[in-house]
């Protein structure tokens, strides 16, 4: 995954790229992928998908009281997957508005960037309670996979992150398996309050804790044993 | 092998572009597939070429099109999921077929609503410009549920001029194979946006450009080459299908359709068109904005 600004594109590939898997100061922020229409459509929805899952039906209502109807679902080429793709957008974007996590007050101690990592993921899964019980495996594998991405990113860059070394793509797939796993996790959740999620949770990023000097070495261990192997290969006279 | 070469003479002389008789100074003109021909004689002289291929129509839809217009009618009907709503007890959707003479697409609308929707309460008025054409549509209707029903109704107009149809009426507007006839596209357009309800659906099926452009090369040579000489075969009118070819050369692609649904007024979803077979044919949608009470 090669940061956008870097890599060769001409300006209407640039245009058609409707997101940024990153963030960056130099760029502003996207304004989404919705149109205002749409956005008025599919946040009048939202409130029917605990009801009516992710459907069409659940769309149509939306189109109902946003003034709009039946006909207006045509606006959708994606069908009932916008709801999702709406759900997935707006839930990442509500994360910025989590000031108890962002900013401390004064006299308080700041948070690490570990522990609001945690924090952030844990609202992000709590922002699904409503709908968890209609959510099934996404039908749009690029989207879905792509917001998975911009969620991972838009958490550690709230949580300050800043580094910018080989460690940014194993940190945020890292994140995105831990919420991956989780998410599917609390599908099955029956517990008040989601208290078996928060464990699973927790053991995931002790998990990781371990695993992340683990990672480190074993990153230079595979680097090195594939140099190596090549070496062998060279020196067999395969051309390499 | 004498008469194609009569013929080709005959199709030759109205290739010619920019034809002999020009318009009068203050008539305004428009194309008639590659002639220019002032507004007034277009509508008269699309109406000789679909009163003449009336009877024969589907048959040659077939041959142009290998038998794929009816896929892309059906996509066109299912894309648009006609008859759907949030309640079982709604009212059915009020539709509109725009040059819909042989009722191809209303049918397949009302099979949509009625088998898929269980939406009994669908309605459609098919309108087209040309009796001959509607008389077709109703000779056809004979053989489904729908004939003699309240549910179909046939209507003459201009679609420029849709005097009997009421503002803000109209559920769904579709055009099918038949914009690109029309002598003022931005009149009819601003009659489609009158006449449809807020929140309502444009949507139009019409050949556009291919994408491709080897693909492209050939299927000119397919259509200038062999449909005039199929219709000459088929339909016995050569000069009829020559004109379908050049009309459908001449009809904006699909950006600039897009562009003029979107200066109706229309908001178009995601980029505006749906290509179909590599873009010889397109779908367009457009929904009228509903007014913001803020």
């Keep these: 995954m090669i940061p956008r600004s870097l890599s060769p594109r001409s300006i209407s590939t640039e245009l058609r790229l409707r997101q940024r898997f990153y963030h960056s100061y130099d760029h502003p922020p996207h304004p989404g992928p919705f149109t205002p229409t749409e956005t008025a459509i599919l946040s009048a929805a939202i409130p029917h998908i605990p009801s009516h899952g992710f459907t069409h039906t659940a769309l149509a209502l939306g189109a109902k009281d946003a003034g709009f109807i039946d006909a207006s679902t045509n606006l959708f080429p994606s069908g009932a997957f916008s709801l999702v793709h709406y759900h997935l957008v707006a839930q990442r974007l509500a994360l910025a508005n989590h000031k108890h996590i962002l900013h401390s007050a004064p006299d308080q101690k700041p948070l690490g960037i570990r522990t609001k990592t945690k924090l952030l993921l844990w609202e992000r899964l709590m922002g699904n309670r409503k709908i968890i019980h209609r959510w099934q495996e996404p039908t749009n594998i690029p989207t879905s996979i792509a917001e998975l991405t911009s969620l991972s990113d838009e958490i550690w860059f709230l949580a300050g992150d800043t580094d910018v070394d080989v460690n940014w793509y194993t940190k945020r797939t890292i994140l995105s398996s831990i919420y991956g796993a989780t998410e599917l996790y609390m599908t099955t959740d029956k517990s008040p309050d989601y208290t078996d999620t928060k464990e699973f949770l927790d053991r995931r990023f002790r998990d990781f804790t371990v695993v992340g000097k683990l990672a480190e070495s074993t990153f230079q261990w595979v680097g090195f044993t594939a140099h190596a192997g090549i070496n062998v290969l060279r020196s067999k006279g395969i051309r390499i | ?294």
């Excluded at chain 2, 109703?138 to 503002?167: C, G, H, M, W």
């Excluded at chain 2, 002598?183 to 929140?199: D, F, H, I, M, Q």
């Excluded at chain 2, 000119?220 to 000069?239: C, E, M, T």
């Excluded at chain 2, 908001?267 to 913001?292: C, F, M, R, S």
């Design chain 2, 1 to 294: 092998m004498a008469m194609m070469l009569l013929n080709a003479n005959f199709s030759t002389t109205r290739r010619k572009a920019d034809s002999p008789a020009q318009p009068t100074n203050h008539e305004r003109t428009t194309h008639f597939g590659y002639e220019t021909v002032a507004e007034a004689e277009k509508e008269a002289r699309v109406a000789g070429v679909f009163s003449n291929v009336a009877a024969s129509y589907d048959t040659m839809n077939d041959f142009m099109s290998l038998g794929i217009h009816r896929l892309w009618k059906d996509h066109f009907v299912r894309s648009i999921n006609p008859g759907s709503s949030s309640s079982p007890s709604s009212k059915g959707w009020t539709m509109l077929d725009i040059a819909g003479g042989t009722g191809d697409i209303a049918f397949r609308l009302l099979d949509h609503a009625t088998n898929i929707n269980a939406s009994p309460s669908s309605t459609i008025t098919i309108s087209d410009i040309n009796p001959s054409m509607l008389s077709e549509g109703r000779k056809r209707s004979l053989q489904t549920s729908y004939a003699n029903s309240p549910r179909l109704s046939f209507l003459v107009a201009n679609a420029e001029r849709l005097d009997n149809i009421a503002s803000n009426s109209i559920d769904l507007y579709t055009v099918a194979f038949g914009i690109r006839n029309f002598t003022n596209k931005e009149k009819a357009l601003r009659e489609a946006y009158r006449v449809l309800k807020p929140g309502g659906v444009f949507a139009c099926l019409e050949f556009s450009g291919v994408t491709n452009p080897l693909f492209d090369a050939v299927y000119k040579r397919w259509s200038f080459g062999a449909i005039p000489l199929i219709g000459q075969l088929v339909a016995g009118d050569r000069a009829s299908y020559q004109y379908l070819v050049e009309s459908i050369d001449k009809f904006p692609k699909q950006e600039e359709f897009r562009d003029m649904i979107k200066d109706a007024g229309f908001l178009v979803p995601g980029k505006g068109w749906e290509d179909l077979t590599g873009g010889i044919a397109a779908i367009h949608k457009g929904i009228k904005p509903v007014e913001e009470d803020l």
